[in-house]
Antibody
């Protein structure tokens, strides 16, 4: 059974860097896409980024967050990490770790078809 | 404002059929597959529909998806009380270079 468990720092102050880790069990992160999606309080879903180990399109980032986001994979620990720098109160949200599956290709690029497994989410509050 | 447009709410009585629309454009739904997600209160989203109209294993067959041009729909047949949730459509947008989600539709069972 595949499980994703997010862990994070709790409250974060504005201008600091947010660091989250997702520990994956039941499957190796050398397969599938792995990424992050967030949900501000009372609002909808926003894709942040994903990474595919060893693929030609090895990483994809939401352009609106690209300059502040780093996503990385630790294959030894089977973990996916997210760093979001220079946070503001607008970054307050539930952060979900997700697995992307079912690859399809268009125009020479490949994408996951769905985000089929989600972690339970970790709440991050940005406050001074 | 979301790139994919969904009605904010929908409702029905038990047993009824409810349909949720998702309107996009040629750079997303018109070119890329649509998926649908159900988010029960206080829980993480769960995938309901992949590749426009496919149900992953374990999803009841009263959930169905369709797509025509730049719009997609999710239908719930035989509405049940446990279907009260938020529903989101999603697709890749090649103009934005990003996955995009609809704003979500809250389904209420009357």
């Amino acid at each position: 059974q595949v499980q994703l468990q997010e862990s994070g720092p709790g409250p974060v102050k504005p201008s600091e860097t947010l660091s989250l880790t997702c520990t994956v069990s039941g499957v190796s992160i050398t397969s599938y896409y792995w990424g992050w999606i967030r949900q501000p309080p009372g609002r909808g879903l926003e894709w942040i980024a994903y990474w595919y180990y060893g693929g030609s399109d090895t990483d994809n980032y939401n352009p609106s967050l690209r300059s502040r986001v780093t996503i990385s994979l630790d294959t030894y620990r089977n973990q996916v990490s997210l760093e979001l720098s220079s946070v503001t109160t607008a970054d307050t949200a539930i952060y979900y770790c997700v697995r992307g599956a079912g690859t399809y290709c268009r125009g020479g690029r490949c994408y996951p078809d769905i985000f089929d497994i989600w972690g339970q989410g970790t709440t991050v509050v940005v406050s001074s | 404002q979301s790139v994919l447009t969904q009605p904010p709410s929908a409702s029905g009585t038990p047993g009824q059929r409810v349909t949720i629309s998702c309107s996009g454009s040629g750079s997303n739904i018109g070119t890329h597959p649509v998926s649908w997600y159900q988010q029960l209160p206080g829980t993480a989203p769960k995938v309901l529909i992949s590749t426009d109209n496919r149900r992953p294993s374990g999803v009841p067959d009263r959930f169905s998806g369709s797509k025509s041009g730049t719009s997609a729909s999710l239908a719930i047949s035989g509405l049940q009380s446990e279907d009260e949730a938020d529903y989101y459509c999603a697709s890749w947008d090649y103009s934005l270079g990003s996955w995009v989600f609809g704003g979500g539709t809250k389904v209420t069972v009357l």
